[in-house]
C-alpha cells in the first residue's frame, strides 16, 4: 500500500515552489508540502542560503530540501507557487510566478485589504483584488481565485473570533474593541536582531507596535468593514517569551447582552473543520503545531455595557500562516481542505 | 564609616518578625529585612519548613535565616509584624501581633478594601479600616496607621496607572476600564501545584481567573470608587512563562481627548521615588527586583472615543509585594521611605 | 485507501492497555497507540484521574480517552500491556496482565537489568530475565518474549552509543567511562514537587543523582558486562531547563587510536532505523518528539590516552520511553518494527 | 553620611575608562563602577553605539551613561582601564592605554597564557608576561602589576577547581581531567546572530567547540602546567538555554583516594572571600550576580580509578568576567578586594 501510495502521488501531485522558504513560515511550509498527500515540491528558495540544504520533518521522515536562489527557481514548473517573502518585496514575484501560469498564495502584506497601511502600485498583471485567504469567512472567492493574500497571523486569530458578531449584527456601533494580543517570537521572522536574542527575550514581557500602529490593523479594519461591522479597533500587541502561538484577548461591546458566550460561534462555526471552540480557556499549548483556531467566551459580569470577552488561540507558523495557506491552495486546486493538515 | 553605621544599627533597630516567610513574598521579605538599614530580624515563621534554614542575599551578603513555627514566634519581640500568611489565614495572626503590641504590614487580601470578594467577619482588635497601603495614594493615612492593608499585585500596577486620571475626573462617566494583565508564575507563589511545573508553563501563555472572578478586582473597584471614578472594571489576568513581572495594558475611555500621554503622570508623581515615566513602552525587564511602578502611555490613533492606552509593570514580588511592605513600614516609623530599597 | 486501511485496522487491530495513562510517559503511551496502524486502545488508567478524560494528539486529529482506576481495568481485554507505574508498584500489575494472558512491556526499572539498585522479589509468575528492551541490541530475544523491561532513559541514549565499543573491545580494560548527561523535566515526571516548579527550573541547571546513584546506573553497568566490556561507570546526570530531550556527553578510553570516529556505529547502525549518525554535534531540537537516537562522535586532541568523545541525543518521552516501548511491542507481535513511529 | 561619603568619593576616587561598554560584560563592568566606593567613570566607549546612552542599575539607583567612540575617549584621563574588546583587537588599544599612562585590565584573550591558541605578535609597549588574573591563585604578582589578563569564564569555573588538587599534587601524572561544562548564552556575547534568537536556543542542548577546540582552553593547560600538574585536559562545553551561569562538571583521576571530598578545598580556601564550598551541589541560581566561584566535591563510589567529581558554578559575567575584572583592579589599587563586589 506505501508502494501505490507513492505512485498515485508521482502520478497526480500537483507541483508546488517555495518562494523565501528560510524564514520560519517558508519552513513550515516546505514541511506541510512534504506531508502533504496531493504535493510534491517543485523548488524551494533562498537567497542568502543557496546551496545548502534545508532539513524538514513531515509524516514521521525527515526530509532534505535543496535551496536555491530565487532567480534560478523554474516558476514555470510550479502549478502553485506559495511566496513568503518579505513585505515590500512580494508583490514583484507574485507578479512573476503568475506570468510564469502558476496559481499564488502570497503570505506578505502586499495584496491584503488595506496592504499593510502601504500605498503602493501593484505591478501589471497582480490583481487589486486578491481574494483575502480566511476560508472560514470567504471560502467561496477562494475557490475560484488565481491568486490569494493570505492573512497575517495576529489578523486570522482577531477576525475568526470578531467575524460572527459582526455579521450577527451585535457588535455596537461606533464602539472600541480592545485587543490585547501576545506572540511567540518566531512571528517575528527567523532574522538575527540584537533584541530577539535568547538573553533579551527569556525572563521578559513588553508591548511593541502599540496605538494602532501595526502593520495587521489595517486587514482587521478593512476586513471589518467589508462584514459590515461600524466599530474601531484598538489592537495592542506584545512578545511572549515563547518560540510559537497567539492568543488575543478581545473585549466586544454588544447591541445587546448575550445568555450564552458561545452561540454565536457555535451558529457560525458548526461545520468548521479548523475552528475550535471551548467552555475553558484557550491557551498556548492547546494550539501549537496545529491549524486551528480555537476560541474561548465569557459574559464579564459587573458591567453597565453589554460587554463579551473572547478568547482566541493559534499557532502564528500554522493557522496563522503555512498551515492556513496550505488551507487556501487545497480549495484552490478542488482537494479536501484538510488535506496535509494537523488537527 | 562602616562601622559607625553598625553601632547606630544595633542602638536604634526595629525589631521585624515575618510570619510565612517560606513562600515566594516571605523570602523576599527576609532579603529587603536584612538589608535594611534600621530593620532587624526578630523572628521568621514557616511551620512546613520549621526547624531549616533560609538562606537569602541582601547587600551583597549571604544571610542564613532560621525558621520556626509561627507559634514559637515571640510576637512581642517585634516592633513589627509582616503577615505574609494564605489569604483567609491571616486575620487571626493580625490580631494576635497587635495584641502582642506590635505594628502590622498584612500582605494578604484579608483587611483590604473588598476583602477580596470574600465576607468575613474580622478578629477581635483588627481594625476593618486598616489603610490601603499605596504609598503613592494613601500616603498620609499610612504614616499613622497601627495596621496597613498591602495591595495585591495586580492592584498595585493598575491603580497607580489609574489613580491620577481617576483624581483628574479624567476618566468617562460609566465606561468600561479593559485591564489585560499578565504575571509571572512567582505570583502563583510557593505551592507544588501540577499546572505550575516547568514542563507545563514553558512554551504556554493563557488567561485564569476572568470575566471578573479575580480576587484583586475587588480591591481595585473600591478603591477606584474611593478616588471618586464612576467606573466600571474589566480584568483579564494571565499567566507568564517567566518567573517575576507584571505588565497591564489598559484602556481608558476619556471624557476628552488628551494632547500628551504622561501628563497626567507628570502633574501627579513628580516627586514620587517609586514611580517611573517612560516615553517608551515599560517591560518586565525594566522592572525585575526594583521598587518602581514604571508607566508608560500612548493616544491610540484611529478612535472615536477619546480613549489612553496605559502600560504599568511592576515586580509583582517587590512593588507588587515586599517592596511594598517596606515602603508602607518606613512610613509608619517614620523612616526615610526608601530605606532599604532599590529603584 | 483510507477506508480500507481503517477496515483492515478494526479487524485485525491488537487491543492494547495502558497502566498509569496520567504521566508523561503514560500520555505519550496513548498518543501512539492513537496513531498506531494496528494497535486500538483497550483501556487507559490514571488512579488520580479516574473519571476524567486525557486529550492526545496523533495523525492530525484528536482523541479524548477515558481513565480509568486501575483496579476496574479488564487486563484479560488486552492483547498487550505497557505499564507505567512507580519503580517497586510496577512489578505486581506486571504480575496481574500475565495471569490475565497479556503480553507486557514494562517501563518501570522493576524487571530491568540490576533491578533500579533494589533487592527485591519479584512476584510469581514474573520472569527474572524478561530481556531488556533496546532493540538495537537485543532484537531478537524481544521478538520472542511475552514480557520485556523497557530501559530508563538515560540507560538507552548511553547504551546505544557504547554498545558498539564494546562489542568492537575497542574499550580499555578497567578504564572509567565518564558520562555527563542532561534531562529536560519531563524525565522528573507529572508530579507536583517543588523543585520542578518553573520559577525554580528557569534560569537554572544542577546536577543531580551524582556520584554513581542514580536508578539507570545499575542497568547501564549490568549491560556493559553483559557486552563483555570491562570498564567502571562514573555517571553524572544534570536537570536542564527545557521540557524534554537527553544529551550524554560520553567520554570513552579506548584500546588503540580510531582513524574515524563514526567508524564503529556505521558497521554497527548500518541498517538500524532508529539510529541517526552525524557528523555534526546532536542537539535536543534534533530529536524531540522523534524516536531516534542520534549520534555524534569526536577524536579528542591532544590527549595521551586514546580517547573518544561521543554525543548522544534522544527524546526521553519517545525513544527514551514511550517510542521505544511501542518499538519494543512491534517486535513482539511481528509488526513492521517502525509501525506508528516518527523518526 | 550619604553626603560626607559623596565627597570622600570624589576627593579619592579612581578614574575608570571602559572600553566596549556595549557587551554583555561591558555592561555589567559599567554597573559595577557605578555601584562601586571609590571608583568613578571617565569614559564608556562602544564604536556601533556612540551617542546612544547605557542604562545600568547600581546600588538601588539607576545609572544613565553616554556612550562614545574608542577613538573618541582621551584615555589620559582614566587612572585604570577596562577593556571588553572582541579577541585579536583588544592588544592594540592596550598598548595605546598602557601609552597613555592608565593601568590596565584586560578581558580579551590577547594577553592570556596560550593566547588563546593564536600566534600572534604583542604591540610594543604591552607586556608578554601580564600576570593571569586569577586572584585565588596569583594575587601577589596582580598587587603589582600594570596589566592584567582576565581569565575566561569556563577557565575561571575550571581553574579555581582544579589548582588545589594540582598544587597538593593529588592529579594521576598523565591521566585525562574530563570537563563537561554548561554556559547560559550571555557567554556567547550581545551579538545579533541567528542561533543565538530564542526562537532557536528555547528548548535546546548541544555541545560546540569541541574535542579541545575552545578558545579557553590554551589558557586552562598553560595555567596547569604553571601549576605543576602533568595532565591532559578535555574540555566540553555546551550552551544552555539559560541567560547567565557557567557549571563545570569535572572528572579527577586521583595520586590517592581521598577521605573528603572537600578537604583539599577547605585547606586551599579557607581565606578567600569569593570561593564558597558546599556539601550540596552547585546550581546556577546560587551563584548569579555574584562574584563567588561554588564548588562542591563527590568521591563516587564503584570506580578502580581514584576519582574526584568536582562541581564548580559561576556567573559568566561576573565571576567569569566584569567582577573578576573589579577584583583584580581592587588589588591593583591597594583597595579592599571585596570592594563594590557582591558576595
Redesign the interface.
Known amino acids: 500500500?506505501q508502494n501505490?501510495?507513492f505512485v498515485v502521488h508521482n502520478l497526480h501531485s500537483i507541483r508546488v515552489g517555495v518562494l523565501g522558504a528560510s524564514g520560519?513560515s517558508g519552513r513550515e511550509l516546505c514541511a506541510l508540502i512534504a506531508g502533504h498527500p496531493r504535493f510534491s515540491l517543485a523548488f524551494a528558495t533562498a537567497n542568502a542560503q543557496r546551496g545548502t540544504t534545508l532539513r524538514v520533518?513531515a509524516a514521521?521522515?525527515?526530509h532534505d530540501i535543496p535551496l536555491i536562489a530565487a532567480e534560478e527557481a523554474d516558476l514555470g514548473s510550479a502549478d502553485l507557487v506559495f511566496a513568503a517573502l518579505p513585505h515590500g518585496a512580494s508583490a514583484e514575484w507574485v507578479g512573476r510566478a503568475i506570468a510564469a501560469g502558476a496559481r499564488v498564495v502570497d503570505l506578505s502584506s502586499d495584496l491584503r485589504p488595506g496592504h499593510g497601511g502601504i500605498d503602493h502600485a501593484l505591478p501589471e498583471g497582480v490583481p487589486a483584488d486578491a481574494p483575502y485567504g480566511l476560508p472560514e469567512l470567504f471560502r467561496e472567492r477562494i475557490r475560484e481565485a488565481r491568486v490569494v493574500a493570505n492573512p497575517g497571523c495576529y489578523a486570522t486569530s482577531v477576525l475568526v473570533a470578531l467575524a460572527p458578531l459582526a455579521r450577527a449584527g451585535l457588535i455596537a456601533p461606533?464602539?472600541?474593541i480592545?485587543i490585547?494580543a501576545?506572540s511567540?517570537?518566531?512571528g517575528a521572522g527567523?532574522?538575527?536582531?540584537?533584541e530577539?536574542?535568547?538573553?533579551?527575550?527569556?525572563?521578559?514581557?513588553?508591548?511593541?507596535g502599540?496605538?494602532?500602529?501595526h502593520r495587521h490593523l489595517f486587514e482587521m479594519?478593512a476586513t471589518m468593514q467589508a462584514l459590515g461591522a461600524d466599530c474601531?479597533?484598538?489592537f495592542?500587541p506584545?512578545l511572549?517569551?515563547?518560540?510559537?502561538?497567539i492568543?488575543s484577548?478581545i473585549?466586544v461591546?454588544l447591541t445587546q447582552p448575550l445568555d450564552d458566550a458561545l452561540a454565536p460561534y457555535q451558529a457560525a462555526y458548526a461545520d468548521e473543520p479548523f475552528v475550535e471552540l471551548t467552555r475553558d480557556?484557550?491557551?498556548?499549548?492547546d494550539v501549537?503545531h496545529?491549524n486551528v483556531v480555537r476560541i474561548g467566551a465569557?459574559?464579564?459580569?459587573?458591567?453597565?455595557?453589554p460587554?463579551l470577552?473572547v478568547?482566541s488561540a493559534i499557532d502564528n507558523l500554522v493557522k496563522g500562516a503555512a498551515g492556513q495557506a496550505v488551507q487556501n491552495a487545497n480549495l484552490m486546486f478542488g482537494l479536501d481542505e484538510t488535506a496535509g493538515?494537523?488537527?
Chains 1, 2, 3, 4 share one sequence.
Open positions: 500500500m501505490y501510495a520560519y520533518r514521521g521522515r525527515v461606533g464602539a472600541t480592545g490585547s501576545a511567540g517570537v518566531s527567523a532574522s538575527p536582531k540584537l530577539l536574542l535568547f538573553a533579551e527575550i527569556a525572563e521578559d514581557f513588553r508591548a511593541y502599540v496605538a494602532n500602529s479594519r474601531d479597533l484598538l495592542t506584545h511572549l517569551p515563547v518560540d510559537r502561538g492568543l484577548t473585549t461591546p480557556l484557550p491557551a498556548l499549548a501549537q496545529r465569557r459574559i464579564p459580569t459587573g458591567l453597565r455595557t460587554t470577552l478568547f493538515l494537523h488537527r
